[in-house]
């Protein structure tokens, strides 16, 4: 059953918003707003498990920060978030329970609903296994290269932490991703490995992924031509469709349940080649981390629950301020992929037009998500952020503690990281004319300690609440995404078209492109 929770824009709160935002919210001067209080820097700061975090460079005040916990309240936000916990199938059009926080819940723990008990059981069965699996393959030298084949949140996710984590990852094992159905990619890798060297893991939550199949399929095909013979030891799926994964001739298998979204599934056995580089107690830790923002995000209350804040604050700003992106600018090289993570994250997941109840919405939802690793991004498009005629939240995460030696590099970063969401806030008003920084741009702010499993897990698992406060509040599944399936109907009308060059029914522009395109 879809909830009953009132719309977003039916409650009082959300007039009173708007009625905040013409009287003192569009006005809004962070330099103001520090001048007149001291204590900004501590009001405005959340100190979440492993994350630090300070908003005070948000365009906010006490007065809008109370209304939007009103909105909070009056739109059900507890009642949505507890639902979730509880097991309640709140993927309405799919009806499915979300339950990703529960791979990352001890096994120790008692769920009250029986069904979610008996998940968590079949959780740690699985995690056992695949981590017995992992440290199998690390313990096995003749393996020195994992091939993760799969795409969206089959391949993003475990992607990402690999790089991010790449100072715990095993010497001597060598970790790829082959995503794309672009021949390119896999004919570019294949070359380089050996067959009795390599391990492919097929990672596809449905098994029936067009470009991970084609993908899978040439893997094998090479591994067969190059003399290999036994592909229980060299391939691996990971999937919800283990029946398929047989049927297509693989045998080792590790399961997941329909109840863990693709995008949210890298804490499942889609995170295997993630278990495989750094390990079976590190992966473990990757799991308590996140299980800690889980619970902050679960127990603590809504005005310090950082979460909450940060989805309450992407509602004041897309559907008052009416900013259409947010930038994300991770200082630490190794987050290089973080941006491409949270874009499937935050967009496939919030990325809708219809309520609940499929009815259209009369307001903005997700905002376009992009950045790139700083300070590279200073030399691309921080231009625009200091100058351009848009807004553009930015999210800073800076990590403390560095993992190389090279002196004065760390500083620089860190330097530099303050410098932009300084010059953001505070911009230089005396200069005039193209010399000009308006100031007055917001960002948020967030700290690591280091960057390990933990903190990662912990930082992860703190952007997958954000968003699903933001969908909350915006009453929309942020937990399907039909929006990816017209393209994938029409990518199968069109592929025997590229042979037969029948253009008949298309439109004039893909007429024209596929006669361009063929032969
Ligand atoms: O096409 C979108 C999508 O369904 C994503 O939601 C998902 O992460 C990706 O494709 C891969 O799906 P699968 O894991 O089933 O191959």
Redesign the pocket.
């Known amino acids: 059953m879809p909830s009953k929770r009132p719309r977003c824009d039916q409650v009082p709160a959300w007039e009173k918003l708007q009625t905040q935002f013409d009287c003192s919210g569009e006005a809004f001067d962070l330099r103001q707003a520090f001048a007149a209080d001291s204590e900004r820097f501590t009001k405005f700061s959340i100190a979440a498990p492993h994350v630090f975090a300070d908003l005070s460079k948000n365009r906010i005040d006490a007065a809008t920060q109370a209304l939007l916990l009103e909105l909070a309240q009056q739109t059900g936000l507890e009642q949505a978030r507890d639902a979730m916990f509880a097991g309640a199938a709140i993927n309405s059009t799919e009806q499915r329970a979300v339950m990703h926080w529960l791979l990352r819940t001890p096994a120790a723990a008692t769920p009250k609903a029986e069904f979610v008990a008996s998940a968590l059981q079949d959780v740690h069965s699985v995690l056992d296994a695949m981590l017995a699996y992992a440290e199998q393959v690390r313990g096995d030298a003749e393996i020195t290269d994992v091939v993760n084949i799969?795409?969206?949140?089959?391949d993003l996710g475990p992607q990402m932490a690999v790089l991010a984590l790449d100072s715990f990852v095993l010497p001597g094992k060598r970790f790829h991703f082959i995503s794309n159905v672009d021949g390119h990619e896999m004919a570019a890798l294949l070359p380089k490995l050996q067959a009795k060297n390599t391990l492919f893991l097929v990672a596809?939550?449905?098994f029936t992924?067009a470009e991970?199949m084609a993908n899978a399929r040439s893997a094998k095909a090479w591994f067969e031509q190059q003399g290999g013979t036994d592909v229980a030891r060299h391939f691996a799926a990971l999937t919800t469709n283990v029946a398929a994964a047989k049927d297509f001739g693989i045998t080792t298998t590790f399961g997941f349940w329909d109840w863990v979204g693709?995008?949210y599934s890298m804490w499942s056995a889609i995170g295997l080649p993630l278990a495989i580089a750094i390990g079976a107690g590190s992966f473990r830790e990757f799991l308590t981390g996140a299980h800690a923002m889980d619970e902050h995000f679960r127990t603590t209350p809504l005005a310090q629950n950082l979460p909450v804040q940060l989805g309450l604050l992407d509602v004041w700003y897309r559907n008052f301020h009416g900013f259409t992106s947010r930038s994300i600018a991770p200082y630490h090289s190794a987050l290089r992929r973080l941006p491409a993570y949270l874009q499937q994250l935050e967009m496939?997941s919030n990325g809708k037009q219809v309520d609940i109840h499929g009815q259209p919405l009369a307001y903005g939802t997700s905002p376009v998500l992009w950045g790139e690793p700083g300070t590279n991004g200073q030399h691309a498009y921080f231009q625009m952020l200091h100058q351009g005629t848009d807004v553009v939240p930015v999210e800073f995460v800076a990590v403390k503690k560095e993992r190389h030696t090279l002196p004065g590099h760390h500083a620089a970063l860190l330097a530099n990281v303050l410098a932009q969401a300084q010059a953001l806030m505070v911009g230089k008003t005396d200069a005039g004319g193209h010399r000009n920084f308006p100031g007055n741009r917001p960002s948020s702010f967030f700290v690591l300690e280091a960057l390990t499993p933990a903190t990662l897990g912990a930082l992860i698992a703190l952007q997958e609440h954000r968003v699903f406060v933001s969908g909350a509040i915006w009453g929309i599944n942020s937990f399907d995404?039909w929006g990816?399936e017209l393209g994938k109907v029409l990518a199968k009308d069109i592929e025997p078209r590229l042979q037969s060059g029948d253009v008949a029914g298309l439109d004039g522009s893909t007429a024209g492109l596929l006669a361009r395109l063929r032969g």
């Open positions: 799969g795409i969206g949140g089959s596809s939550k449905t992924t991970t693709g995008r496939e995404q990816v």
